[in-house]
Every structure is written in structure tokens, then in C-alpha cells.
């Protein structure tokens, strides 16, 4: 069973893929995806009555399936090489001959013309992260067929390139899946570089001048992990001569030598993840379609580099290493909250998040006690929901209003109600009680006790975050509303992504207790094991306690109450701001220096002069160029 159901999770939307790019028709399009999306849905939830399991089908260990893998990633090195070429960069071109080169020699000197990939193994963690890339990189290509409508309307196209897109976007899912999946170091690196090279699609998917130059530094950052993770490989088999993952992570346990390539694991992961001073690629990715920035930071592309850290984190528990991953991840939850603090653009801001809880995600895994890995797992399940949402919700927004800044959301409660109502509830699970992420960042900070200072590096970004969120949603509740709202026209399959979204984010936290005590316990045991007790829904240990469901009682109620008590008076009367008497004869005017008519501006203060792109952004990445150096330097 489980062997037919990786065949449904990866080999399905490769297939689905071809088919996009065959079947031209709209119509047919639209259906292939519905049913491609429906089947990884079904299969992801049918895997929970299939783990653990670690098996090696007939089909893995074939002669022929080893040469063809052989041959893809020397054919997907060569195109990494001919886009390099291409787009005339150096780097890129330089670092994928040293992967090929560096391949060539593992592959016909080491291992001799080949080897026996190692097989499946599917844990709790495997089987959570399919569950994420599935469900939420479904219900991003659901939205995705009225959105692209739409996006190539605005760019008034006269051919449409949606049959690639949408091929590129389930490439992305089957790779993924696979990723999680495989037990063997090698089809891991092959199905890493796939992610690697369909990012670089998709981000310059428009062919404009930024989306090629973003495109371009995507795929250079990213060669940067691929040669970090294939170095790492390449010495792990010196080390311990095998490629089996788990074997790996059971032997490395206490062997320094093996501290280095390891260390080299975490680089890549760090790549993938956007980690401070890599972050560069994914902001750039804001410039593609926003399915694509959906897709990349909430369920695929930066959760393959935590799913990295976290699989290896027990090998390499309690060495310096896992110390300086620590450092280096909260450093990047700190600094990249500071810069979504100056911020006035709503992707961007969304983007900076991404890269800072991705920060508190290594941060945990470099905390790497039983308490940490479970708050690092309990963050990769509530910030891939809610940021998918969020993204999908800007994506709406931004084709509505023309805009990507949240100052020019005021009001947008009469504009789009269901949206603004949507997009805000989003913002709140991020931040308030009872939702996950509050739950997450609560245990990290717990877990983070033993050392000073990221302990204070995660105080203080969970400080700085509630700035961003909350003055986000303060903009949307807070603005203007005259008493009226047009009824908002939304596509089904884009209102069934969003509700759905929304709906898996509270009901996620609501059974946190759940998720905690059946699907990550079981996995993460240890000396430290009892850390965390549920009783009765409530979260507690020496230090204190998380009241979930109890919360969440109490939220339900408030909520009722709040929204009793806020419905619109049926005749509103607009207010114009109070300017001291000296308002002008037209609304949202007023008599200013030299009596001159000026206008009144509402605004938000976003302390560029300390948090802003230029002031922070060189500070920033040299810090965490200095922190990574120093990682690697303690794994020597």
C-alpha cells in the first residue's frame, strides 16, 4: 500500500505535468489539476495509516532505475550549466562544472558506476511534511487556475503559458514529496537540485528584465547549497561508506570527523531556507505570480532546507555545531524581523516573516533537545497554513486594489469584506492566543533557557513581530468605513483555497494537543522525552503552561461578543480628521503653512532610519556571514 501511494504522491504530478504541457486546452487543464490536486490530497491522508514504514521496492533497486538517475542529474546540471551560460554569469556556470565534476568522481571513482539507492523510510516527520506539501501545494494550484486568468489579462498576453506554469508548479509538488520520502543521500540530492532549477522557472516565469535578474539570483544562492549538499555527501561516504540516511544519522552520532559534513548540510539547508545571508533569492521571488511566492514559502521550496536541519539534527546533538546552528538560526529571527518592521510593502513584509520563522525553526533545531524539535515541527505546521493563506489573501488584494501596500488597504473592509475578513484572521493566528504559532514560539523560548544569548535573540524577535502583524491588522480594522460594502465577487476555486486554509489554521492549533502527543512523541524520544505533559488540552511544564483548548473556549466567546457588538450602524456618518479648527473646505484638507490647502495623510510610521533595507540589509548579512563561517569553523 504505502509503495503505491509514493507512486500517487510523486509520479502523479510528474505526470500531471506532461500532461499540462501536451493538453493545451483550457477546460482539460482546468480538470487535470482539480483531479491531480484531489488524488496527492487523498494519498497524503491514506499515508497516516501507513507509518512508520521503511521499505526498498523492486523498481529502486534496479540497474536501470540507477542509470537513470545517474543520467538526470547530470542532465539537470547541464541545464543549471546552459542557463548560467545563457544569463552570462560566472558563478553560476563555475559552480554547477564543480558539482559535475564533483559528481563524476563520486559517482565512476567512489561508488564504482553506481549503487543500490537506499529505499523509502516514511516517520511522522516524512509523513507531515506530505501532508503540508500536498494539501497546501494543492490548494495553491487550485487557486491558481483563476488567478492566472487573471495575471495574464493584466500582462495582455496573446499566448498563453499557463500549460508550463501549471507543469512547473506539479514538477515542484512530486519533487517535493519525493524529497521527504527517499531514504538514500543521493536521490535526495537529485530531487533538491529539481527544486532548485523549477524555483528558477517560476520566479522568471514572466520574462521580464527583474523577474530574470531575481530568477537568476535564485538559482546562483541555490547552486551554492547544491555544492555544500553533494560536499557533505561526498565526505559523509568517506566517513561512513553509506548513503542511507538513517544509517548515517545512527553512526555519525559521536564521531567528530563526521561534524564537517555535516556542517555542510546545514549550508544547504540554509540556502534553501533563505537563512541570513541567503535571503536575497526569496525576496526576489515576490516578483513572480503569486501562487509561485505561495508555493516557496509556505509548504515547498524553504521547508526542504528545515526538513534538512531537522532530519540530521540527532546526529550531530550536543556538539558545538548544534550551538552555532542555534546562533546562527535565531540571529536570522531577529535580524529579519527588525527588517519587515520598515516595511510597507505587503509581500514584503509576508517575505521577511517567512525568513525570520524559518530562522526560529533552525533556531530550535539547533536547540535540538526533545522540546525544541517538537516547537521546530509544530512551527513548520502552522506557518506553512497560515502563510499560504496570507499570501493567497495578498495575491487577491493586490489583483483588487492594484497595490502591494498595506497603507493602500484601509478601508478594505468595504472593498472586499470576505477577503479583508479572511486575510485579518490570518494575521491573528500568527500572533494572538490560542493559534499554533504562539504555541510554537512559546516552547522555542522554553527550550532556548540553557543559553543566554538566543534566548534573548528569540525574545526580542517575537517582540518585533507582533510590531509588523499588528500594525497590519490595525490597518484593516482600524481604517474608515462609511457603513456600506459591495459584495465581493470571488471564484469558487478561489474562495475554497481560502476558507479552507483558514479553517485548517484554527482547527491545527485547536488540536495541537492532538498533533503533539500522536505525531511527534512518538517520534522524538529521548532523555528529555517528559518535557512537555498535556492534560485536558493544556500544555504545561516546570516553567508554565498553555492553556489550548481553554483558550481557544474563551476566544470563541470574545469573537461572538466582538462581532455583536461591531455590526455598522445602518446610517454612518462620515468624520473628517480634526486638524485644529482649521480643516480645509474639502474633505481630507486643511489650512496649512502660508495658508496654503494642504492634504491630510494617514500613516503608519515605519522607522526607516533603524529598520529600513539599506540601513540594516549590509549590517545584517555580513553579521550572519561571520555567524555561518564560525559554524563551519567549529565543525573543523
Same mark, same amino acid.
Given at each position: 500500500?504505502?509503495?503505491?501511494?509514493?507512486?500517487?504522491?510523486?509520479?502523479?504530478?510528474?505526470?500531471?505535468?506532461?500532461?499540462?504541457?501536451?493538453? *493545451?486546452?483550457?477546460?482539460i487543464?482546468? $480538470?487535470?489539476?482539480?483531479?491531480?490536486?484531489?488524488?496527492?490530497?487523498?494519498?497524503? +491522508?491514506?499515508?497516516?495509516?501507513?507509518?512508520?514504514?521503511?521499505?526498498?521496492?523492486?523498481?529502486?533497486?534496479?540497474?536501470?532505475?540507477?542509470?537513470?538517475?545517474?543520467?538526470?542529474?547530470?542532465?539537470?546540471?547541464?541545464?543549471?550549466?546552459?542557463?548560467?551560460?545563457?544569463?552570462?554569469?560566472?558563478?553560476?556556470?563555475?559552480?554547477?562544472?564543480?558539482?559535475?565534476?564533483?559528481?563524476?568522481?563520486?559517482?565512476?571513482?567512489?561508488?564504482?558506476?553506481?549503487?543500490?539507492?537506499?529505499?523509502?523510510?516514511?516517520?511522522?516527520?516524512?509523513?507531515?511534511?506530505?501532508?503540508?506539501?500536498?494539501?497546501?501545494?494543492?490548494?495553491?494550484?487550485?487557486?491558481?487556475?483563476?488567478?492566472?486568468?487573471?495575471?495574464?489579462?493584466?500582462?495582455?498576453?496573446?499566448?498563453?503559458?499557463?500549460? *508550463?506554469?501549471?507543469?512547473?508548479?506539479?514538477?515542484?509538488? @512530486?519533487?517535493?514529496?519525493?524529497?521527504?520520502?527517499?531514504?538514500?543521500?543521493?536521490?535526495?540530492?537529485?530531487?533538491?537540485?529539481?527544486?532548485?532549477?523549477?524555483?528558477?522557472?517560476?520566479?522568471?516565469?514572466?520574462?521580464?528584465?527583474?523577474?530574470?535578474?531575481? #530568477?537568476?539570483?535564485?538559482?546562483?544562492?541555490? #547552486?551554492?547549497g547544491?555544492?555544500?549538499?553533494?560536499?557533505?555527501?561526498?565526505?559523509?561516504?568517506?566517513?561512513?561508506?553509506?548513503?542511507?540516511?538513517? /544509517?548515517?544519522?545512527?553512526?555519525?552520532?559521536?564521531?567528530?570527523?563526521?561534524?564537517?559534513?555535516?556542517?555542510?548540510?546545514?549550508?544547504?539547508?540554509?540556502?534553501?531556507?533563505?537563512q541570513?545571508?541567503?535571503?536575497?533569492?526569496?525576496?526576489?521571488?515576490?516578483?513572480?505570480?503569486?501562487?509561485?511566492?505561495?508555493?516557496?514559502?509556505?509548504?515547498?521550496?524553504?521547508?526542504?532546507?528545515?526538513?534538512?536541519?531537522?532530519?540530521?539534527?540527532?546526529a550531530?546533538?550536543?556538539?558545538?555545531?548544534?550551538t552555532?546552528?542555534?546562533?546562527?538560526?535565531?540571529?536570522?529571527?531577529?535580524?529579519?524581523?527588525?527588517?519587515?518592521?520598515g516595511?510597507?510593502n505587503?509581500?514584503?513584509?509576508?517575505?521577511? /516573516?517567512?525568513?525570520?520563522?524559518?530562522?526560529?525553526?533552525?533556531?530550535?533545531?539547533?536547540?535540538?533537545?526533545?522540546?525544541?524539535?517538537?516547537?521546530?515541527?509544530?512551527?513548520?505546521?502552522?506557518h506553512?497554513?497560515?502563510?499560504?493563506?496570507?499570501?493567497?489573501?495578498?495575491?487577491?488584494?493586490?489583483?483588487?486594489?492594484?497595490?502591494?501596500?498595506?497603507?493602500?488597504?484601509?478601508?478594505?473592509?468595504?472593498?472586499?469584506?470576505?477577503t479583508?475578513?479572511?486575510?485579518?484572521?490570518?494575521?491573528?493566528?500568527m500572533?494572538?492566543?490560542?493559534?499554533?504559532?504562539?504555541?510554537?514560539?512559546?516552547?522555542?523560548?522554553?527550550?532556548?533557557?540553557?543559553?543566554?544569548?538566543?534566548?534573548?535573540?528569540? $525574545?526580542l524577535?517575537?517582540?518585533?513581530?507582533? +510590531?509588523?502583524?499588528?500594525?497590519?491588522?490595525?490597518?484593516?480594522? @482600524?481604517?474608515?468605513?462609511?457603513?456600506?460594502?459591495?459584495p465581493?465577487?470571488?471564484?469558487?476555486?478561489?474562495?475554497?483555497?481560502?476558507?479552507?486554509?483558514?479553517?485548517?489554521?484554527?482547527?491545527?492549533?485547536?488540536?495541537?494537543?492532538?498533533?503533539?502527543?500522536?505525531?511527534?512523541?512518538?517520534?522524538?524520544?529521548?532523555?528529555? /522525552?517528559?518535557?512537555?505533559?498535556?492534560?485536558?488540552?493544556v500544555?504545561?511544564?516546570?516553567?508554565?503552561?498553555?492553556?489550548?483548548?481553554?483558550?481557544?473556549?474563551?476566544?470563541?466567546?470574545?469573537?461572538?461578543?466582538?462581532?455583536?457588538?461591531?455590526?455598522?450602524? *445602518?446610517? $454612518?456618518?462620515?468624520?473628517?480628521?480634526?486638524?485644529?479648527?482649521?480643516?480645509?473646505?474639502? $474633505?481630507?484638507?486643511?489650512?496649512?503653512?502660508?495658508?496654503?490647502?494642504?492634504g491630510? +495623510?494617514?500613516?503608519?510610521?515605519?522607522?526607516?532610519?533603524?529598520?529600513?533595507?539599506?540601513?540594516? /540589509?549590509?549590517?545584517?548579512?555580513?553579521?550572519?556571514? +561571520?555567524?555561518?563561517?564560525?559554524?563551519?569553523?567549529?565543525?573543523?
Amino acid at each position: 500500500m504505502f509503495e503505491n501511494l509514493f507512486i500517487y504522491l510523486t509520479l502523479c504530478p510528474i505526470v500531471a505535468a506532461l500532461a499540462c504541457l501536451i493538453l *493545451r486546452g483550457k477546460s482539460i487543464r482546468s $480538470a487535470l489539476v482539480v483531479v491531480t490536486g484531489i488524488i496527492l490530497i487523498a494519498s497524503s +491522508v491514506l499515508l497516516i495509516w501507513n507509518v512508520p514504514v521503511s521499505t526498498t521496492p523492486a523498481f529502486l533497486s534496479s540497474v536501470k532505475f540507477t542509470t537513470f538517475i545517474q543520467l538526470a542529474d547530470f542532465f539537470l546540471l547541464g541545464l543549471i550549466l546552459f542557463f548560467g551560460i545563457k544569463f552570462k554569469n560566472r558563478v553560476i556556470s563555475g559552480l554547477s562544472l564543480v558539482q559535475i565534476a564533483v559528481l563524476a568522481y563520486f559517482e565512476f571513482v567512489m561508488l564504482k558506476g553506481g549503487h543500490a539507492p537506499a529505499g523509502l523510510f516514511c516517520d511522522n516527520l516524512s509523513l507531515i511534511m506530505v501532508l503540508l506539501i500536498s494539501i497546501a501545494g494543492s490548494l495553491i494550484v487550485f487557486y491558481a487556475l483563476p488567478y492566472m486568468d487573471h495575471h495574464e489579462h493584466h500582462l495582455k498576453l496573446k499566448t498563453s503559458r499557463q500549460p *508550463r506554469f501549471f507543469a512547473l508548479l506539479f514538477l515542484f509538488i @512530486g519533487a517535493m514529496n519525493a524529497l521527504v520520502l527517499v531514504n538514500d543521500l543521493m536521490l535526495f540530492y537529485f530531487f533538491f537540485e529539481i527544486t532548485t532549477l523549477c524555483s528558477f522557472l517560476l520566479i522568471g516565469h514572466d520574462k521580464t528584465e527583474v523577474a530574470r535578474q531575481n #530568477s537568476v539570483t535564485a538559482l546562483l544562492l541555490n #547552486s551554492v547549497g547544491g555544492v555544500a549538499l553533494l560536499l557533505g555527501i561526498v565526505f559523509i561516504y568517506t566517513q561512513v561508506h553509506t548513503l542511507d540516511i538513517q /544509517s548515517v544519522i545512527s553512526q555519525a552520532k559521536g564521531m567528530e570527523a563526521m561534524l564537517i559534513p555535516l556542517g555542510l548540510l546545514c549550508v544547504a539547508g540554509f540556502t534553501k531556507a533563505a537563512q541570513m545571508p541567503f535571503q536575497k533569492w526569496l525576496l526576489g521571488a515576490m516578483v513572480a505570480p503569486t501562487p509561485t511566492s505561495a508555493l516557496l514559502h509556505s509548504s515547498t521550496m524553504v521547508k526542504a532546507g528545515v526538513y534538512l536541519v531537522i532530519r540530521f539534527a540527532p546526529a550531530f546533538q550536543g556538539t558545538h555545531l548544534s550551538t552555532a546552528v542555534a546562533v546562527c538560526g535565531a540571529f536570522t529571527f531577529l535580524s529579519a524581523a527588525a527588517l519587515a518592521i520598515g516595511q510597507s510593502n505587503g509581500k514584503k513584509v509576508l517575505a521577511y /516573516s517567512t525568513i525570520s520563522n524559518l530562522g526560529l525553526i533552525m533556531a530550535c533545531a539547533g536547540i535540538n533537545t526533545h522540546a525544541a524539535i517538537t516547537a521546530a515541527i509544530l512551527l513548520v505546521i502552522f506557518h506553512a497554513v497560515s502563510k499560504a493563506l496570507l499570501f493567497l489573501c495578498m495575491g487577491s488584494i493586490e489583483q483588487h486594489i492594484g497595490s502591494r501596500d498595506i497603507e493602500d488597504m484601509r478601508g478594505l473592509f468595504g472593498e472586499m469584506p470576505k477577503t479583508a475578513m479572511i486575510i485579518t484572521l490570518g494575521i491573528l493566528t500568527m500572533i494572538l492566543p490560542p493559534f499554533g504559532m504562539l504555541l510554537g514560539k512559546w516552547m522555542a523560548i522554553e527550550s532556548a533557557a540553557g543559553n543566554l544569548f538566543t534566548l534573548l535573540m528569540l $525574545a526580542l524577535g517575537s517582540a518585533l513581530t507582533v +510590531v509588523y502583524w499588528a500594525r497590519w491588522a490595525g490597518i484593516l480594522m @482600524g481604517s474608515d468605513f462609511q457603513g456600506k460594502s459591495h459584495p465581493e465577487q470571488m471564484p469558487s476555486l478561489a474562495k475554497l483555497p481560502l476558507m479552507a486554509l483558514l479553517i485548517s489554521a484554527v482547527t491545527l492549533s485547536l488540536v495541537a494537543p492532538f498533533i503533539y502527543s500522536k505525531m511527534i512523541l512518538t517520534d522524538f524520544t529521548g532523555t528529555a /522525552s517528559a518535557a512537555f505533559s498535556i492534560t485536558g488540552g493544556v500544555f504545561s511544564n516546570a516553567s508554565g503552561s498553555f492553556s489550548v483548548i481553554p483558550l481557544f473556549l474563551i476566544a470563541i466567546a470574545v469573537f461572538l461578543f466582538a462581532l455583536k457588538k461591531s455590526r455598522p450602524e *445602518r446610517e $454612518a456618518r462620515p468624520v473628517t480628521p480634526y486638524m485644529s479648527g482649521i480643516n480645509g473646505q474639502k $474633505a481630507g484638507t486643511y489650512v496649512g503653512p502660508m495658508n496654503k490647502i494642504m492634504g491630510n +495623510v494617514q500613516s503608519n510610521y515605519y522607522l526607516s532610519a533603524f529598520f529600513g533595507e539599506e540601513k540594516l /540589509s549590509k549590517l545584517v548579512n555580513t553579521a550572519a556571514g +561571520v555567524l555561518i563561517l564560525i559554524m563551519i569553523g567549529v565543525s573543523l
